[in-house]
């Protein structure tokens, strides 16, 4: 149990492009994940073998006219199942009790039906024997690692596959033969993904009771999924006119702290097909914070807008009728020209579970903005505090 828990804090604290949770529950959307049961690191059984399986959700999204299923599962691979699994077989090589790994990791993909924007899930499972998962661990090239990652199985969404670790790999392959998978994955095609029975004479005592693998076969949703938020202009508007008198009293108090913009009133905005009331702001920083564009985004974050979020959030109590809150500001530099050349515009947009967990102090600065989205002029990024203000990022 020592070794799972420590784990499990080697995993959260890897790098990451886009957050990624532990979770007992595939496809789950950012704003449950935050509250679902994160426990996810067990002992299973699979074909007669004893596997480490790790669940989790990675909310990366894809676009599909950018990137076929064979792309993103190499790029979900490559960003954060390999360095899983190198965790995992830093702590567990030398366990012979565990037999083999299996990973299975959620993404999203973007794409349109009848020309409306879809985000869907999907969900790549990878199981390794541990042989070949060392192998891979301390392979010193890519020809080597490719060898022992054929030595697996791969599914994507429960259908056999194949990951290439480069794309010359991929389209060699598509040339020379046809694309089938190798003999494990066609086994395991004819596999009921139940619970086997442990071997005779096999000790077990060690072992939580043993459990399948739910990806193998079709995944089904715990509930019914949620309808799709009303993001039309004319609820957008009623959103905004239940909440109007309560966002006056809000913008009086916090003019002073927050530097509200005066000709740019507080609205409701449709996001990522979610509802945020948007607060439009300016923040100054001093001359020497200088430097790039992510480290003036985590300095207005650390200077600004994180000694607003509780003040802000204390204000919408109970269930709201909306998703989040968000803040965009453009942050200019103290002494600097009063020409809007040079200033940045950053938004950060907080999930409503996100904005509670931080209120309670449950989550730190990071975790907030981990849990959100945020945007540098108009752009999507990535933003790790710490690196960004000493410069790194």
Known sequence: MDDLKKLGADILALPKDYPFYLSRTLDLDEA?????????????????????????????????????????????????????????????????????????????????????AVERP??????????????????????????????????????????????????MAEQTSPQDPPPAAQSATSSSGEVVPPASGQDTSTLPSPVHLPTLKPVQPSEPPAPPRDTSPESLTRMQSSYQGVIDQLVKALDSQAHFVGYVAPTMIAFRKEAYLEFSLTTALPASAAGSRYKIAALAFDEHIAHLVRPVASYFKGNLDFDGIAFSTTVHLQGKSSSPQGNEAVEFFFPTAALRCYETYECTGQQLIDRGSVLINGERVSLELQTAEAGVQ
Request: aromatic share 8%; proline share 2%.
């Open 32 to 116: 449950k994940q935050r509250w679902a049961d994160q426990r996810s690191i067990q002992f299973a059984r699979y074909k007669e073998k004893v596997v480490l399986q790790i669940t989790g959700n990675y909310f990366a999204a894809y676009a599909a006219e950018k990137m076929d299923s064979d792309q993103r599962s190499r790029e979900t691979f490559l960003r954060i199942a390999e360095p899983i699994l190198k965790a995992a077989v830093a702590r567990f090589q030398n366990n012979t009790s565990v037999q083999a790994y299996a990973l299975e990791i959620s993404h999203h993909v973007l794409g349109k039906v009848g020309g409306i």
């Open 122 to 171: 999907e969900n790549l499972v990878i199981i390794l024997p541990q042989a070949a998962a060392i192998r891979l661990a301390t392979a010193n090239d890519d020809r080597a690692r490719q060898a022992a990652l054929r030595q697996g199985e791969v599914f994507i969404n429960a259908k056999p596959a194949i990951i290439w670790l480069s794309a010359e790999d991929s389209q």
